[in-house]
């Protein structure tokens, strides 16, 4: 997908989220199976939500590995970092959204390029006027934790 069709993709998306709860957004999404452009390239989709819960799925490639063969931390802190956002928007109504302030990642194994399917998992912890926190986790297809993290959204 090139640039142009990438921003008209999330021109609709855009769109479509307009007048919609992000919980009844990711929902529909989940649905279509339309992973957004990032997700294409990286292999990763969002499989489950709930009201303050999200669910990703990553498959790891050696296209996302450092030099040494194993998966780069930044895969990790984008995976944590889509599921706990995801997991920030299913609780806030139609009208509004979030951004992350920041979050952080703890990393406690390492992960080859040609491993099986992981999953980055979250839920909300706090939800207020303003802010909100979500904690997630990183874990493989048997449920070995690889890592965990939070973050600290603003409502907008």
């Known amino acids: 997908m090139d640039a142009e069709a990438a921003q008209a993709q999330l021109q609709r998306l855009a769109e479509m989220a307009a007048g919609r709860s992000g919980l009844e957004f990711l929902t529909e999404w989940i649905e279509r199976q339309e992973p957004l452009p990032l997700g294409q390239h990286i292999g990763m989709r969002l499989v489950e939500v709930e009201a303050g819960r999200a669910r990703f799925c990553l498959q ?3 296209l996302l590995c450092n030099p040494v063969g194993h998966l780069h931390g930044g895969i990790f802190g984008l995976l944590l970092d889509s599921c706990m956002g995801c997991a920030v928007w299913t609780r806030c109504p139609a009208g509004s959204g979030y951004t992350t302030l920041e979050y952080k990642v703890n990393i406690v194994r390492g992960l080859r390029g040609d491993s099986d399917e992981i999953f980055g998992e979250a839920q909300v912890l706090h ?8 904690e997630g986790k990183v874990v493989d297809a048997a449920g070995r934790l690889l890592a965990h993290g939070s973050t600290t959204c603003i409502l907008l």
């Open 127 to 134: 939800f207020g006027r303003r802010t909100a926190t979500a």
């Open 60 to 62: 790891p490639s050696p």
